[in-house]
């Protein structure tokens, strides 16, 4: 992907709270479910339908209004490539990204060469509804905003994602990234119904543990599933995706758990933060953004070199000396806080 | 995708042999590896350093002429995305598919906006230089064209393929699909050093069994892969196809072996179409195409009606009358004959 998308370098063993992934990993019963995939079946180009009537089942939507892809990214990536393509006269189509945002809105608007209109931070990643519906124009095709956001963890209230709905022109959609909604107390999946211009993205990544396997879905009106579906690729997602989403679906009790678990290590982290006067988010997602000042990017060097990945954050808009943590296991999340406790004593 | 990539239909149990597999599944070995995965590596975002090094030890070439892509098709995908999307002035770029061909050639083209300009077939397939030469033009972008053909199974001759790229104009690239590579007698691999504007596309699916698991990869000039890689996705490749790459590549008795089932299982089809005066081509690839008549569509239905999968490919230009048989394990051959025999025989 381009310069837009840096990818976080490679890391040896250690506890993984850079990239916001399950750090339970996936559930015995999935990876069963995985491990159960045959020679045969590896070898045959793998049908869907099966896969698509139990997501749909579960989400209580049909079978149009899904699409299953190889990961919540290809899901923000074939978003681009439908909509934000030049149109014949050579004009390149806008995006607008509420920043700061995962950085893959940006980098696929890029691909199709649109032009990517930022909206600011407010203090404290209030969401900025005002600016969002200025910036939108004729020719805006989707505007990309992530509830819970990424990296504030914070939700965006329901009544300003059904304004910048309402104002978006013709043609034009909101794409909103649910990606960590399992963490969160709401979802806008319910009002879809009301916003047929609204494609909801989410992901088997996060709350399920299977970021490794690429599977993700979007949710949307039919006649907006049968654009994306006319331009992403027919077998994108794998086999064992397929296996994992099948069974992940029946596995409530496995989400709850590891839900309660990230709702404990949110806690303590904020406990942690006060105790060392650090200012941080409340976080509706299995991360917290906290402000550590000034050596942000050396704090997380420190950590890394005992064995604790974070990510710094701190180069993206509104997010100056924040580093971001992830909040999986409460066991792992005691490791990072008695290392970031005993970093910042040294200090 | 779009209309112009027609979806077989899913098939129930039966000898699948109408999708170009490996009827005898990936080898013990890679199904081993994958099944290797854990529940946190199924949960971390894969890490693909160690399995580049793999897989271009095995090429002989360098990490940065390789591009690991979530199978053959999104190479193909990726190519159209990187290179035929519409200019500044939103003018269409061109692509030449050599006909018949694979639909995603000129799926992937159409995705993009660009105008694809289709090459028919000479009688028997003999591959249409004068007339691809003639069909390029200062705006065409990307030609497309298969070594082994498919459906034809026919070699394009390596003087052809250096004819064709010789004449490309400045920033156009010659995209050779080598799915079928295993199974024939020459690559255009060690050509590639003096033709730094050919694009290789390969796969795991075929010879080492493994469609279900989206495992491909692109081999060029690094440049080129340069300019593939800012347009991907940055985690398009699962982690059980990493697992398997990285296995595959030790496993050439695998391969060996497999490709031998197919030789003799293109042997007993042409024996057999010999013996039912059905013309056939004679092919390098894990597939035959035979000319069975006006009845092909009706022939595969009832082959389908015994749990026999061929594909008809009567639609195709060039083809008419034709249907395309796999050629994997003799045992499913054979199977496929006496079907075939006792069809013809009724008829």
Redesign the interface.
């Given at each position: 992907?381009?310069d837009l998308?840096e990818?976080?370098p490679?890391r040896g063993p250690g506890i993984?709270l850079h990239?916001n992934?399950?750090?339970?990993?996936?559930?015995?019963a999935?990876?069963e479910a995985?491990?159960a995939?045959?020679?045969?079946?590896?070898?045959?180009?793998?049908?869907y339908?099966a896969t698509y009537r139990s997501c749909a089942v579960w989400l209580g939507i049909r079978d149009d209004q899904l699409l299953l892809t190889?990961?919540l990214?290809?899901g923000i990536?074939t978003a681009a490539?439908a909509w934000l393509?030049?149109?014949?006269?050579?004009?390149p189509a806008e995006a607008v990204v509420v920043e700061p945002a995962y950085a893959?809105f940006a980098a696929s608007a890029a691909?199709?060469?649109a032009r990517v209109v930022h909206v600011g931070p407010r203090p404290d990643f209030d969401f900025p509804l005002e600016e969002t519906l200025a910036a939108i124009t004729p020719v805006t095709r989707v505007v990309f905003v992530a509830s819970p956001a990424n990296p504030s963890g914070l939700l965006v209230p329901a009544a300003a994602i059904r304004a910048v709905a309402d104002r978006l022109p013709a043609r034009a959609v909101l794409f909103l990234d649910e990606a960590y909604v399992e963490f969160a107390s709401t979802s806008f999946l319910s009002d879809l119904r009301s916003h047929p211009n609204v494609v909801l993205g989410r992901t088997f990544a996060k709350a399920f543990?299977?970021?490794?396997?690429?599977a993700g879905y979007l949710v949307a009106a039919a006649p907006l599933i049968e654009q994306l579906?006319?331009?992403?690729?027919?077998?994108?997602v794998?086999?064992?995706?397929l296996a994992?989403i099948r069974c992940a679906v029946q596995d409530a009790a496995y989400v709850s758990w590891y839900v309660a678990q990230v709702a404990e290590s949110r806690r303590r982290i904020y406990a942690a933060c006060e105790r060392l006067g650090c200012a941080y988010w409340t976080s509706e997602a299995n991360f917290v953004l906290v402000r550590v000042g000034a050596g942000a990017a050396a704090l997380v060097e420190t950590l890394a070199a005992r064995g604790i990945y974070v990510r710094d954050r701190s180069s993206m808009a509104g997010c100056a000396g924040c580093i971001r943590i992830t909040a999986g296991l409460v066991e792992h999340t005691e490791a990072c806080i008695a290392a970031l406790e005993d970093t910042c004593a040294r200090a």
């Open positions: 992907m381009s998308y990818r976080a490679e993984r990239l992934e399950n750090t339970a990993g996936c559930s015995a999935v990876l995985m491990r995939v045959t020679a045969p079946e590896a070898a045959a180009y793998p049908e339908g190889n990961g990214d290809e990536y490539v393509q030049r149109n014949a006269n050579g004009e893959l691909v199709t060469g543990g299977l970021a490794a396997v690429r579906r006319s331009v992403v690729l027919p077998f994108s794998n086999v064992f995706a994992a």
